[in-house]
């Protein structure tokens, strides 16, 4: 059974070491019946869905190599992204730049469309990406009297009338962090998987600890979160992942050699390193001040969902079994392996 759990977290960890999902920025500025867009694509996720860019082979896209690329970027741009307010707005893009962002450059494709009237409304038929990861995010920035923030999830079409992002928006996009976030749920796992280990202990027992445990581990990510979602303290994305990945190498081990038996300590510590990946969200939307507050609270309460419904999930599963054979190899076999996971991720990153 060791063997079956360290196979099954080496296959995920092909796919699941990048824990930031993709994104895409396009900005918009609507003026009458005119449409001027930029659209940031990160170089990696673009090279990664169209391929050949790196002609010399050296994990370095170049500025020629992508210049090289232009008319199969345009292209792609063209077949997988269409305006429409009262028929279609068309427009033909053409590489302007790379930007520099937080995780890393962006190819910026500029295009000026034309609808056939003034826009009161706009569609948009956004496709890019999301066959190439389906955790991909739209982040449509459109300006005007005051900046508001789109969030595409999927191929279906949306129509812009003002702000989408709602509290329910950002509940959302919480939840889905967790959920698609297996480093989180793993530092989790190693922090609960020895609660239910003491003895006779009753269920009761067992929860007050797993509580203590969350409620720590809620504070930690909590407060790096705002501080770094309102600009506080900001660290590079390769730098947080990496750090994230070594945090539940620490936890696993922690399991193994039991140097502290404080887990709302270890909960605490480590959880605050967590909190800058779960920022990482929001930075990425470039949101408005007067949005912010409203979004840090959305968010916040969609992580802690997602986060509740996995430890009622997992909690219950690990008490039945905790004074089975199998227990023993998920605390044991289990911690390890994920520890060997994770310091895997941590290289991957690093090495990004």
């Known amino acids: 059974m060791k063997r079956l759990i360290v196979i099954a977290l080496l296959a995920m960890g092909g796919t699941a070491y990048a824990h930031k999902p993709s994104d895409a920025h396009l900005h918009l500025t609507i003026h ?25 082979g050296n994990r370095d896209v170049t500025w020629a190599e992508l210049e090289a690329g232009a008319p199969l970027i345009a292209r792609y741009v063209s077949e997988r992204l269409e305006l429409r307010s009262h028929g279609p707005c068309p427009f033909t893009p053409h590489l302007a730049g790379i930007v520099e962002l937080v995780d890393g450059p962006y190819v910026v494709v500029a295009f000026e469309a034309t609808c056939s ?19 991909h995010r739209g982040l449509v920035h459109v300006s005007g009297a005051a900046e508001h923030v789109t969030i595409i999830r999927d191929a279906t079409p949306i129509e812009l009338r003002g702000s989408d992002l709602s509290m329910r928006a950002f509940i959302v996009d919480g939840i889905l962090h967790i959920w698609h976030g297996l480093d989180h749920l793993l530092f989790l796992a190693c922090l609960l998987l020895p609660a239910v280990s003491r003895g006779q202990r009753t269920l009761r027992g067992v929860a007050v600890e797993v509580l203590e445990i969350v409620t720590a581990f809620t504070l930690a990510h909590s407060i790096t979160l705002i501080i770094s979602a309102v ?25 193994l050699l039991r140097a502290v038996d404080a887990r709302w300590l270890v909960a605490f510590t480590l959880g605050l390193v967590h909190g800058f990946g779960f920022s990482s969200v929001l930075v990425d939307l470039g949101l408005p001040s007067h949005e912010l507050v409203g979004a840090l609270l959305g968010f916040n309460i969609g992580v802690e969902l997602g986060q509740a419904t996995f430890v009622i999930l997992l909690l219950p599963v690990l008490f039945a079994l905790r004074r089975t054979l199998a227990y023993r190899v998920l605390l044991w076999g289990g911690s390890a392996a994920i520890a060997v996971l994770a310091l895997f991720w941590a290289y991957q990153r690093w090495s990004l």
Do not use: K, W
């Not at 940031?40 to 673009?46: T, Y």
């Not at 590079?236 to 945090?247: G, H, V």
């Open 231 to 255: 600009g506080f303290v900001r660290f590079p994305a390769r730098y947080i992942e990496t750090a994230i990945a070594l945090t539940v190498v620490a936890a696993a081990l922690n399991n």
């Open 117 to 135: 009237t003034r826009v009161h409304a706009l569609q948009i038929a956004y496709r890019l990406l999301f066959d190439f990861d389906a955790q």
């Open 32 to 56: 009458d019946h005119e449409v001027n867009g930029e659209l940031d694509i990160a170089v990696r996720d673009l090279d990664g869905a169209l391929g050949g860019f790196d002609r010399d």
